[in-house]
Each structure stands twice: as C-alpha cells, then as structure tokens.
C-alpha cells in the first residue's frame, strides 16, 4: 500500500482475511445495524446486497448510466444519502463493468462524503487491472478524512492469479480492524498460513508479471471490445479496469430465435448458451437488466472462437 | 461514525489473544510455557504434505466450489460411513474453513435475531459470541450437580419457546469430559421430540483415552435423511494436527446445507483448494498419525494429573479426552482472568482463564505440548502460588525471586 498508493498503515490497522470476499463481508457486518442504509452503485458484484442483507441492513442501489461510464455520479449520490445511510461501497475498478475512477472523480464523491455520516468500504481487488496511461487512485488516498473513513479491501486474488489461495486483506482505522478481528476470531479463526506465506512472497517479489499480464489483457480487451462493437445491435462501453466487457443487449430484447424468445438479459444469457456455448453472465445478476457480462480472462483462442460463434448466432435474430 | 452493535457485543477470542501475546513473549526471548494451546505439537501426516505439495507444483490453485471439492466431500462421506455407519450424499456435506467456520454458517442457517441456542457450561470460548454474531441469544447451562457432566434434565429445564438449536461438544473443549452414551442418547431423542437442532461439534471424537470407543449420535437418530435435524461437525485441526490449513466440515439434511453452502459462499467462498487436498490426502491415508497421537495425549494427561493431584489445593476431573483439563484453582483465587494474569506476569506460564468458558475460579491447561513444558510449568505455578515454596526458583540461569505473598 506504501510502495504503490504512498498510503500508511500500521499493524494494528490491517488484517488478513479469507479472501477480499471476507473482508467485505466483516465489514459489513462491523458497521452495519438492522435498518442501516447501504449505498451500492449498480451495477454491483453479486454478493454485495446479500452480505447487506445478512448484517439486516438494507442496500440503496443507484443505478448508474452506461453514458455515465457506469460511474456514480456525486450528486446524484449526494441524493442517496439519507440518515440512515451507514455505509457506501464503490467497487473500483468495478466488478461488473470495468470501470475505473479517476483521481478527480473520487475527489468530487469525497466532496459529497465529506460532512455525512458514513463508511467507505472501497473494494479495490482489481486495482492492478487498470490499461494504457490510466492511473489508478485508492479512495483512501484523497486525504486524511477519507483515510480515517475507509475501509480499503485488496487481495492477491486477482492481481497475481492466486484465486484459489484465499488471501485478502483490509486496512482501515485502528477500532475498525479490531472489531473486523473479533469477528474474524470466532468465524473463522486465521487465514491458513501456507496461504499467507505464499500471499508475502507474491506481494514482496518481482512485480513484472503484473505488466505481462496487463499487456495481455489489454489487447484481449481490444479485440473482444471490437468485436463485439462491431455486431449490430450491441453497444458497450470500453472500460478502464479490470476483465470484464459489459454491453448493452438490449436491442434483442422483444425479439426470436426458432422457439427461443428474448425478454431479458437471462434469455440473451441463456441463448447464446444453448445455441453457441458461450458462457456469460445476465446483468441482472448484477442489477443492471439490459446488459451481460462478458469476461476476457481466457485465452485469446476461445474469445477469438466465441466472437465467430456469437455473430453466427445473433445474425439470426429477429 | 459507530461500529455496528453486533461488533460491539462481541469479544476477540481470547485463545487467539493469548496466541499472539505468546509469540510476541517468545520472540523477546522470555522462557515462556505454553500450557494455553490449543493444538497438537505432532507431525501432520506426510500423505497431506505430500498432497499439497504436488498440488502446489502444478502452479494452478484457483477458486474451487464454495461448498467443497468433490474429492473432500468424498472422503467425508467415507470417514461419516466409517465413523458413524451413515452413508451421506454429496449434498450433505459442506467443507468449510475450520470447524469453526462450520459451526458458523451453521448457526447463521439456523437461528433467527432473538432465538436461543443452548450448549452445556463450561463451554468453548466461541459459542456465545458466534449466537451474538447473528443476534442470537446463547445460553449456557451448567449442570446442577457440580461437574462437568451435563444431565438430560439440565438441558430440558433451560429449554423455551425461544430455544432453536442445542451444541454439544463432546469430548469437551475446556474439560476434556467425554459425554456418557446415555446422555447423547438422551440429548438426540429429547432434540427429535421438540424438533430442535442439534449441533454435535465432535471435532476431538477420535482423541479419547481409558479405552474409551467414539460414540455415534445417529445410532439415537429416529429421524433420517432430510428430515435428521442433526448437524455433525468435525475437521482436520486436531487429529491430524493440521490447524494451519483451516479445514473443517458439517454433515446435515440437504436443505440446510444448502444454505451453509449460499451463506459461506458469501462470507469466503469456501476453502483454499491447496488446504482441501491435504485434508483429502490426511482423510485417506495412513491413520497410525492419529493413534499414536492419541496415545501420546493420553500419556501427557497421566503426567498433568498426577502432578495436579499433588497439587495442594487444586482440584481436577480427569479428563477423558481432548488436550485440555480444567482444573479448580479457587482456593487460591477466585477471579482467574487475574490469577492468569499472575501466571504469565510472575513465572511465565500461559494459561486460559476459566471465566472465558463459563466458569470462574479454574484454569484451561493443554497437554498438547512436551512432557517437559508439563512438568516445569506445573513446577513454576506451584512455586508461585504455594506460600510455602523455596524464595527462588531458576529458570535456566535466570533467578526469580518471590516477592509476593
């Protein structure tokens, strides 16, 4: 956190957890009352309202614009924010979009944040996937009040391709990680220490498999955004950040292939599942019905494969 | 800006609190005894490191299904078959992160705000601030009679409209008594007859001493299948001394694993893939690891006991497994989160206070440790708290001077 978002953190305000997933998940639960108010930009990552929803609090989507570049906008959050609002999450870059901050946009939120009462659980998990010139800027980083609001989520996950370690963490104001510690303690106890090590030496070692990767990304994302942009139909904003390509189907909508009949994003989903095998994720998993969610952390072959498959099949549509 | 109430009603687990303040002794150099551990010093099982080792090298650990791998849920259903004569399906088992996290996505799938989960005093330190977690009510029952024994009647007299879910854990984790089979027996009917749950936390069912045969709660079971009520935990952690890799498991009806399954999904994703092939490799492989920790356990708990009995003042129910024994050290004081305080300040020996098990005026020891760390930790409480010991006592070439009465 020091070495790439000059941020400063002692022990005593950081923790390890089971996944950035865990580390979501208690703070909600450490900050969150029955009848609380939980802002969540939609679209959203799918487990956000359901650990809201077991801390019995209640999410406040606000549906943001594909014209928008699926960014919250501060006034329209500043609306948003009630009494009872506890807590904002900003997925950053998101999960399902892309889309990413910049310096100055977060600057306008915190603007709004400010004089409110509220959490920012900002979940920064795909942090490193960010192409081309973009800088990337931790919410913690605006200034002093934020950090003292911020309850910054990261993983190795994502940046270094250990899913399946299990290794987040989180940093955040002293009194927060303590409670996110006791929570922790009796849930699960730590995260497993072979995880942990392998988590020190990927944070510590060499850093160039970062740029590799990235490389390979963006020109995955080139193509695929390409591709798809160039069917008739689809539009789709080209996003900053992270695997994800998520454009508008809509235009489908109300439309037939054979005996199947497009109504929503699901029927688009499970259209092109069926008829191309091609796995995608309906944006209304993701509050954001309309849309789909393609991802490009696969090879370049298969999503050379499924652009064929995929203008084969939307052809046909009528 | 407030934490939420539930962080605020809970406390950190005061066995984890008592890990670090260990570590940070140690690495000052202080001679400090660990005799508050709650794990085996034993060697895992090489089938478990093989296991993972070759798992790492194949430079693929990625996300694996929220509820388990399929090879773990396999050797689950052999080990329930094998243990407790019930064949399971693939959808009755959840792998989860520690049994720990298995009791709490348990009692989250179960349990409402305001309802009441009941488990027999003293009890594991966890119970009471997981029901909180979740806004539960946890309830802690110690038997009437003075021992660590729970009677039926105790359970049934604490039972209400507002009661969902009853925890035993036997062999019991801080007292090491081992239930009799009548009281299981009992405890499963009585669960049946009121349509309550009934959480049977088994984690230490193979660690057991005297002769002693593990008991199978099904063999009371009326009800199967869908309709049992029974959630069995258990994991990896103690018997094959594999605590580092956090695996442990819950066998349930389909629905409420089901639930577990979305809640834990949710909460973690599920294990580490790597953990969860040791725990396959350690399920399937050689067992002799397990027995000839249990003999040495039994060995370690000999020595303790015998020591405490000659212990002028403390009181103690042999345990009749697990690591742990807790011992009556009222005569010298009453508050024991003071008289482990004491311990650690005046002789550096760690102990558990019995406050955070439900009962007060007792000391949780381990005897997972070296017969050594037994023997002079043990030697060094007795040094300070009888007032008749010698002024001095050397540890190494340091000298203690007593200069308390």
């Known amino acids: ?40 930009p939609s679209p959203y990552w799918v487990s956000y309202p359901d650990m809201v929803s077991m801390a019995n609090g209640k999410s406040v989507f606000i549906q943001t614009k594909e014209k928008d570049g699926f960014k919250l906008k501060p006034q329209i ?15 950053n870059p998101s999960n399902p979009t892309g889309s990413t901050y910049t310096k100055k946009e977060l600057e306008s939120l915190a603007e709004v944040i400010k004089n409110k009462n509220l959490f920012i659980i900002s979940d920064e998990i795909y942090e490193k996937l960010v192409y081309g010139d973009f800088k990337f800027t931790s919410f913690a980083s605006i200034n002093s009040e934020m950090k003292q609001r911020t309850i910054l989520v990261n993983g190795v996950s994502k940046t270094y391709a250990m899913t399946g370690w299990r290794i987040g963490y989180v940093a955040a104001p002293e009194n927060i990680v303590d409670a996110l510690n006791k929570i922790q303690s009796h849930s699960t106890s730590n995260a ?45 904003y080209k996003p900053e950040g992270a695997f994800f390509l998520f454009p508008n189907v809509s235009s489908y909508f109300g439309k037939t292939l054979g005996n199947h009949k497009i109504s929503d994003s699901f029927d688009f989903a499970m259209l092109i599942l069926q008829k191309a095998h091609i796995a995608a994720v309906p944006g209304s998993a993701f509050g954001a019905e309309g849309f789909i969610r393609f991802s490009y952390a696969t090879s370049m072959e298969n999503l050379k494969e499924a652009a064929i498959r995929l203008k084969r099949i939307l052809v046909k549509i009528s | 800006m407030s934490l939420s109430l539930i962080a605020k009603s809970i406390k950190a687990s005061p066995t984890l609190k008592l890990n670090e303040k260990f570590a940070i002794l140690k690495e000052k150099g202080d001679p400090v005894i660990h005799l508050g551990g709650g794990e085996p010093k034993s060697r895992m099982p090489m089938d478990a490191i093989l296991a993972t080792v070759a798992h790492v090298n194949t430079g693929e650990v990625r996300y694996a299904p929220a ?102 854990n ?4 801080p007292t090491g008594a081992m239930y009799s089979e009548e009281f299981i027996a009992d405890v499963v009917e009585f669960c049946e007859k009121k349509d309550l749950w009934l959480i049977m936390d088994d984690i230490y069912h193979r660690l057991i001493f005297d002769g002693k045969k593990p008991i199978n709660c099904y063999k009371y079971a009326k009800k199967f299948d869908e309709n049992s009520k029974i959630i069995l935990i258990n994991g990896v952690s103690k018997q094959y001394a594999m605590t580092g890799f956090r695996i442990g498991w819950a066998v349930g009806n389909k629905k409420v694993i089901e639930a577990m399954s979305n809640i834990q999904g949710h909460q973690t994703s599920g294990p580490s893939v790597l953990l969860q092939k040791a725990a396959v490799a350690a399920l399937n492989g050689i067992q002799s690891g397990v027995e000839s920790l249990r003999t040495t356990l039994e060995n370690n708990r000999n020595v303790m006991i015998d020591l405490l009995n000659s212990f002028e ?69 007795k040094w300070a708290l009888d007032p008749n010991s010698a002024n001095e006592l050397y540890i190494g070439d340091r000298k203690l001077v007593r200069d308390w009465s």
């Open chain 2, 67 to 168: 509820d388990g791998i399929p090879a773990l849920k396999q050797a689950i259903i052999r080990y329930t078959e094998e243990f407790y004569e019930r064949k399971v399906k693939p959808e009755n088992v959840i792998a989860s992160g520690g049994a720990k996290q298995a009791i709490m996505v348990a009692l989250q799938a179960i349990l409402n705000p305001q309802e009441e989960v009941l488990f027999p005093a003293p009890y594991w330190v966890s119970y009471p601030d997981m029901a909180k977690l979740i806004g539960a009510i946890p309830v802690a029952v110690l038997p009437e009679d003075g021992t660590f024994y729970p009677r039926l009647k105790d359970i049934t007299d604490r039972v209400g409209s507002y009661t969902k879910a009853v925890i035993i």
């Open chain 1, 192 to 236: 497993s220490s072979i995880s942990q090590a392998a988590a020190i030496e990927a944070l510590a070692g060499p850093q160039y498999v970062i740029s590799e990767m990235l490389q390979e990304f963006k020109l995955r994302q080139e193509f695929f955004h390409n591709e798809i942009t160039s069917i008739k139909g689809i539009t789709c």
């Open chain 2, 313 to 381: 003042g403390v009181k103690v129910t042999k345990p009749d497994g697990t690591f742990y024994c807790l011992a009556d050290f009222s005569a010298y004081e009453k508050d024991s989160n003071k008289l482990s305080e004491f311990l650690i300040d005046k002789v550096q020996v760690l102990t558990v206070p019995g406050k955070e098990f439900g009962l007060d005026g007792h000391l949780r020891l381990s005897y997972c440790g070296t017969i050594k760390d037994i023997q002079d930790g043990i030697e060094r409480m």
């Open chain 2, 170 to 173: 036997s062999p019991n984790n």
């Open chain 1, 1 to 40: 956190m020091k070495r790439d978002n000059h941020l400063d953190y002692h022990l005593n305000q950081i923790i390890v957890t089971n996944g950035a997933k865990q580390g979501v998940f208690n703070s909600v639960l450490a900050t969150v009352n029955e009848g609380d108010e939980v802002i969540i």
């Open chain 1, 77 to 91: 959050l500043e609306k948003a924010i009630t009494p009872k609002t506890k807590v904002l999450i900003l997925c």
